[in-house]
């Protein structure tokens, strides 16, 4: 049974940072490629960042790249967002993913002063 557990979310202050983990169980982690989407209010689900399966390659949004860095650790069954420079608009409830359609419940992400 596939599970997905976000934390490490939180409120923090514009231009700080946050790192957020998923862990994952179920499943050959090792063999899959996984993605933190993202879900502000009033907006729909939006990619964030995605991390190939041995973790080689990554993608970001437009919006968050050069600021978030994803990552993965195999042997630890766990991805990882980190997040610099945090925007209010990064507010937004985190989601990790893995394909075709596993979610996590999410980790809510409150960017303000």
């Known amino acids: 049974q596939v599970q997905l557990v976000e934390s490490g979310g939180g409120l923090v202050q514009p231009g700080g940072s946050l790192r957020l983990s998923c862990a994952a169980s179920g499943f050959t982690f090792s063999s899959y490629a996984m993605s933190w989407y993202r879900q502000g209010p009033g907006k729909e689900r939006e990619l964030v960042a995605a991390i190939t399966s041995a973790g080689s390659n990554t993608n970001y949004a437009d919006s968050v790249k050069g600021r978030f860095t994803i990552s993965r650790d195999n042997a630890k069954n766990t991805v990882y967002l980190q997040m610099n420079s945090l925007k209010p608009e990064d507010t937004a409830v985190y989601y990790c993913?893995?394909?075709?359609?596993?979610w996590g419940r999410g980790t809510q992400v409150t960017v303000s002063s």
């Open positions: 993913n893995r394909r075709p359609a596993y």
